[in-house]
């Protein structure tokens, strides 16, 4: 069956770095499967961080992350990392990858709803 299973995640001082992984298994190709990934902090609602797509490897950002965020991709391992650089405590949240069959993201790359498989999250905590 479907399944995404993040990793990476954990607790670290200001400053400092983290790489999540996500490892997608159970699709019948990595070729149309688009990524992103997503974070909640409690009492907040669940926001787009970074998403890619498999056609050109496009990548997006949300302005909150981009230039310390950096997501890739490694389609022979079928997982998607988000690499994040100095982190902040307002970066404390869950954070989740979640999957889309289409080839190519546009501006709705962050929209939750059009994402069907999701991951159950990593904790990153950063004090």
């Known amino acids: 069956h479907v399944q995404l299973v993040e990793s990476g995640g954990g607790s670290v001082n200001l400053g400092r770095s983290l790489n999540l992984s996500c490892e997608a298994s159970?699709?019948?190709?990595?070729?149309?499967?688009?990524m992103g990934w997503f974070r909640q902090a409690p009492g907040k609602e669940r926001e787009g961080l970074a998403a890619?797509?498999?056609?050109?490897?496009?990548?997006f950002y949300a302005d909150s992350v981009k230039g310390r965020f950096t997501i890739s991709q490694d389609k022979a391992k079928s997982t998607v990392y988000l690499q994040t650089n100095s982190l902040k405590p307002e970066d404390t949240a869950m954070y989740y990858c979640?999957?889309?069959?289409?080839?190519?993201?546009?501006?709705?790359?962050?929209?939750?709803?059009?994402?069907?498989?999701w991951g159950r999250g990593t904790q990153v905590t950063v004090s």
């Open positions: 890619i797509d498999p056609t050109y490897g496009r990548t």
């Open positions: 159970g699709f019948p190709s990595m070729q149309r499967l688009s």
């Open positions: 979640a999957a889309r069959i289409v080839c190519r993201l546009g501006v709705r790359w962050s929209v939750l709803y059009e994402y069907k498989y």
